[in-house]
Structures are given as C-alpha cells and as structure tokens.
C-alpha cells in the first residue's frame, strides 16, 4: 500500500485555478471512485472538500472540483483566493484507505 | 451534527502502548451507516490512516500497523479506542478519530486531533 502522488507545493494569484494532480494506480485511484479530497489549516483538522471523485459536501464552495483519469485524480480551485492557501491531500479507498503526501498550495 | 473528540495521555514510552479514546457526541457509533476511524499525522508530515471498526465489531487496519494496532468499540459509552504497542519515536503524531460513512468511503467528520509523543 504506497502513498498516492502529489506535487509538494503549487501556487497562484488571486483569481487564477490552480489543479492539483493525484497520481495512484489501477489498484486504488484507477479502479474505483472513491476518491476524496481535503483541505488542511495549520494546526487544524483535514476538511473533506470532494468526495467519490468530483461531489462536493454541503457548505463547501463550488470553486473546488474534482476529476479523474485514469489512474490519476485531480483537484481543481477556480479563483483562487487568499484563503485557499492550505494544505491538500488527496485519499483512495480500495478495501483500505491510502493518502497523498499532501500539496502546499500558496497564494501569491 | 456529530462531534469526535480524542482524549489521553500526551507523552508514551518507548516500546509501550499508546492509547487513545474518540467520544462521539450527536450520534451513534452503533449506527450502521458509518466507519470509525483512526487516522493520524507526524509532525510536518503527511495524513496515514491507522484502521476503522465498524458496529459489529468488524475491524480493518493498515497492513504496515496491523501487528501492533487494535480498535475496539465501548457501544455503552458511545465511545471507541485504539491501541497502539511497542511504540517507537517514529509513532509520534497528532492522532484524529473521524467518522466516515459506508456509502462515501471518505471521513467526512474528524475530532481535533491529539499530539501524542514518545520518548523516554
């Protein structure tokens, strides 16, 4: 059970999408649609932000969405803002729950 | 809505157990739509979840914890646990419970989380 692949840090301006890619395998990511995605203040809780690859809970805003192809899941942030800059984690579920390393998103 | 939160001891000895509690508020850990879960966070680094247990009892954990970890459910309590043995430094992390339903397979409610170190 590896860890899912992410950038270490992307960044942006204000007003830009950034996306941020989740690379797993045909065993996690490529085989099923849970896949999730969560945001990351320092110090607090992960937030689930997408799940079963593009749904997004009630209350999150619709500037977050999810895709995927292939064995590769994406996040996409349309306009940024200055409260976007977070940590992001991807996660798969395949019988067990595996994550990202986490991408450091910075809002210039 | 549903509130988690951990709860013991801060610092652990070497090669002793960790152990730790979740106490669900605003639900019920033997409702039978959701997984509870253990996941956790080494300082500066990335989220590795632990294992959840289910109502029956059922449990499921990380293949690379498995030998040293348990999760057990107090249904009285509304409560559930988990233990960690034969610790070493590297198990020093901020440990979160989190609920996570059946049909979404993604925790979507997590405790705050707590810091559990291990030294001597």
């Known amino acids: 059970q590896s860890a899912l692949t992410q950038p270490a840090s992307v960044s942006g301006s204000p007003g830009q999408s950034i996306t941020i890619a989740c690379t797993g395998t045909s065993s996690d990511v490529g085989s099923y649609n849970f896949v999730s995605w969560y945001q990351q203040n320092p110090g607090k809780a992960p937030k689930l932000i997408i799940y079963?690859?593009?749904k997004r809970p009630s209350g999150v805003s619709n500037r977050f969405s999810g895709s995927k192809s292939g064995n590769t899941a994406s996040l996409t942030i349309s306009g940024v803002q200055p409260e976007d800059e977070a940590a992001y984690y991807c996660c798969s579920y395949a019988g067990s729950f595996v994550f990202g390393g986490g991408t450091k998103l910075t809002v210039l | 809505q549903v509130q988690l939160q951990e709860s013991g001891p801060g610092l652990v000895k070497p090669s002793e157990t960790l152990s730790l509690t979740c106490t669900v508020s605003?639900?019920?850990?033997?409702?039978?739509?959701?997984?509870w879960n253990w996941i956790r966070q080494p300082p500066g680094k990335g989220l590795e979840w632990i294992g959840y247990?289910?109502?029956?009892?059922?449990?499921n954990y990380n293949p690379s914890l498995k030998s040293r970890v348990t999760i057990s459910l107090d249904t009285s309590k509304n409560q559930f646990s988990l233990k960690l043995s034969s610790v070493t430094a590297a198990d020093t992390a901020v440990y979160y419970c989190a609920r996570d339903s059946t049909s979404t397979a993604a925790p979507d409610h997590w405790g705050q989380g707590t810091l559990v170190t291990v030294s001597s």
């Open positions: 079963e690859g593009s």
């Open positions: 247990i289910y109502y029956t009892g059922s449990t």
């Open positions: 605003g639900g019920s850990v033997s409702s039978d739509s959701y997984y």
